[in-house]
Nanobody, 121 residues
Framework: QVQLVESGGGLVQAGGSLRLSCAAS????????MGWFRQAPGKERDFVAD????????RYADSVKGRFTISRDNAKNTLYLQMNSLKPEDTAVYYC??????????????WGQGTQVTVSS
């Protein structure tokens, strides 16, 4: 059974940084693409970034390009999201996700419980 556990969220001032982590278990983590999504209050869940199983390919939403960096450590079964220059509009619950099929980047069918990120102005 796949389990994804996010951590690292919190309250930060605008312009600050946070690093999110997602610990994965229950599947051969290193063979699957993974991603980060976020959901702000009253809004739908949106794509933030994703990364291929090898880490060679990354994709970002336009709103976070140049500020966020996704990475993974397959030896530790852990996914990361380094978030710099945070803005109040980055406030949301952040979810990590695991791809449905080996070797692909999406669709995603396994989700963590989420971690809250709040950016104050």
């Amino acid at each position: 059974q796949v389990q994804l556990v996010e951590s690292g969220g919190g309250l930060v001032q605008a312009g600050g940084s946070l690093r999110l982590s997602c610990a994965a278990s229950g599947r051969t983590f290193s063979r699957y693409g993974m991603g980060w999504f976020r959901q702000a209050p009253g809004k739908e869940r949106d794509f933030v970034a994703d990364i291929s199983w090898s880490g060679d390919t990354t994709r970002y939403a336009d709103s976070v390009k140049g500020r966020f960096t996704i990475s993974r450590d397959n030896a530790k079964n852990t996914l990361y999201l380094q978030m710099n220059s945070l803005k109040p509009e980055d406030t949301a619950v952040y979810y990590c996700a695991l791809a449905s099929y080996m070797g692909t980047m999406g669709p995603y069918d396994h989700w963590g419980q989420g971690t809250q990120v709040t950016v104050s102005s």
